[in-house]
């Protein structure tokens, strides 16, 4: 598993519960003001290159080759990172978290929650918050946010926009995710081929979405959860 190297930030947040408003937007003078002065820069050419571009090299996380085939590495743990300062509680329960007017490209990621003898996890349950396509989040509001329960093969069905980029943060969305009565592990997916990527201290390559179509209207990817 690769290491975890957080920012000074990043790393204090995880040990104060991460409630520091610094914990994504290190250096950014105020959260609110650098979202909007960066969403203008922040259109869908930094949307995520297909995977083809991708030179990363890395290690496969728990990955399958098409949507729908689940496959589960035991080796591919989910690696947990910072909350940050935009996480709300009492999402609603849902699978779709945009609508027409949602601000960005189309994205549909599905998968499987596996518990870490590579079982499929019924009824596990995938709490996700993100930017919209501009970088924003909606800090007063659901938009964006919503609260996901795998089925009786323990997959999921998200459908979403590609979060933008804000100041520190690559393309990404957030997750806390737990089996039934089970902890609450938080983490962040990623996204191949990003060019933000490189720059982000919270970025980790095992925490990368698989790409299966990447157009103008939407995309469609991967990710298989395999909890510790
Ligand atoms: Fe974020």
Redesign the pocket.
Known sequence: MPMVILPVAAAAALVMGGCSTDA?STGAASATAAESTTAASVASPTAPASPSSSTSGVTAPATSPTAGTATCDPGATLVETTE?P?YTDGAPSRDTLSDADTVGTPLILTGTVFDAACQPVPGATIDVWQ?DGAGEYDNSGYNLRGVLTTDAQGRYTLTTVIPGIYPS?TE?I?IKINAPGGPVYTTQLFFPGSTANEDDRIYDEAMLITVDEDSPEQMRATFNFVLP
Do not use: F, Q, V
């Open positions: 994504e940050g935009y930017a943060r990404h957030h």
